[in-house]
């Protein structure tokens, strides 16, 4: 009689997380302390994590110079129609470097309010 016992042993492997150097340096370069440019920044930190998009824009248009950043404050109200309800637009330019350059080649745009972020990217 032949007997054959064959076993395996069940290791759970985890892949080490990829060591996102691009993503943790486009966040911590530069910072910022305007509390509009840290919605920005956390806004676009929640659409890298669904996207992750960051490595790619660092590889096409460089760094954001977070603490350059210009921000304009607009009461809307008289051009919305919903009037009266207060609603503030907060306009957001972002300059983008590549490494090694030293000027800006690309903006970034974010158009906020209480209810929404739209964002365009104005490039050289």
């Known amino acids: 009689m032949l007997v054959i016992y064959a076993a395996c042993r069940k290791i759970d492997y985890n892949p080490p997380k990829k060591d996102n150097k691009a993503g943790n340096d486009f966040f911590l370069a530069y910072p910022a ?10 806004y676009m930190r929640r659409e890298d994590e669904k996207y992750n998009f960051i490595d ?13 950043a210009t921000v304009l404050l607009d ?13 503030s637009l907060t306009i957001v330019y972002l300059p ?13 745009q ?5 209810l929404d972020t739209n ?5 050289d």
């Open 56 to 68: 790619k824009m660092v590889e096409r248009i460089g760094f954001p110079w977070w603490n350059k």
């Open 119 to 123: 964002w365009r990217g104005l490039c």
């Open 110 to 114: 974010f158009s906020m309010t209480q």
């Open 96 to 108: 983008f470097v590549r490494e090694g350059e030293n000027f800006v080649n690309a903006i970034m």
């Open 33 to 42: 302390n305007d509390k509009s440019v840290l919605a920005v920044q956390g």
């Open 75 to 87: 009461d809307i109200r008289q051009n919305n129609s919903r009037s009266g309800t207060g609603d």
